[in-house]
């Protein structure tokens, strides 16, 4: 098996050969799963995030449920993440971390009450493992809250075991993009 380093570095090479109307096209299907998946459709409170360009693209799916359910978006501190309420696209700035365009209203500290995080990463696996880009962040924020974890990825991401450590935080189910 590959390392994680490995992993990443074959990852990104297969995300730079789709192009950005190939991966929106993608996105839909993995969104179309989300939206008949019974742990979503009950949340009030969604942990999601807003897509770079080389992740499953959130942004429509996002504003599209923003009016239903309380949604929250991470944002770069140093090391850590934020975790901030979404109030329109609009109101989005670019973050410190990746210019990831990040939300500057209110902090969310109430761990307890999401229901539902949907994960990027680099890479998962039928056993709900998950790849990410290496720095940490969504590892910390998964060990904080018992809500249901959801990985999203490209079909070429989801490989057949990934490499991982004792701190890394298994997803509860994984959807994966249509060919």
Not at 55 to 73: N, P, S
Not at 121 to 134: C, H, Q, S, V
Request: charge should be negative; proline fraction near 4%.
């Amino acid at each position: 098996m590959m390392d994680k380093k490995e992993v990443r570095k074959e990852i990104r090479r297969l995300k730079k050969l789709c192009f950005p109307e190939e991966k929106k096209r993608k996105s839909q299907s993995v969104w179309e799963q989300v939206e008949q998946d019974e742990h979503f459709l009950q949340a009030k409170v969604v942990l999601a995030y807003w897509s770079m360009d080389d992740e499953v693209f959130t942004h429509d799916f996002v504003t599209r449920w923003a009016d239903r359910k309380t949604f929250l978006l991470p944002s770069v501190r140093g090391e850590e993440l934020d975790i901030r309420y979404f109030d329109g696209a609009e109101k989005l700035v670019p973050g410190e971390g990746y210019a990831i365009p990040e939300p500057v209203g209110e902090l969310f500290e109430d761990w307890e009450k999401i229901d539902l995080i949907l994960v990027p990463g680099m890479a998962f696996d039928a056993m709900g493992n998950r790849l990410g880009r290496g720095k940490g962040y969504y590892d910390k924020v998964l060990r904080h809250t018992p809500a249901y974890k959801i990985g999203v990825c490209f079909d070429f991401q989801f490989l057949k075991a990934v490499p991982t450590e004792a701190h890394d935080v298994r997803m509860d189910n994984v959807y994966v993009s249509g060919k």
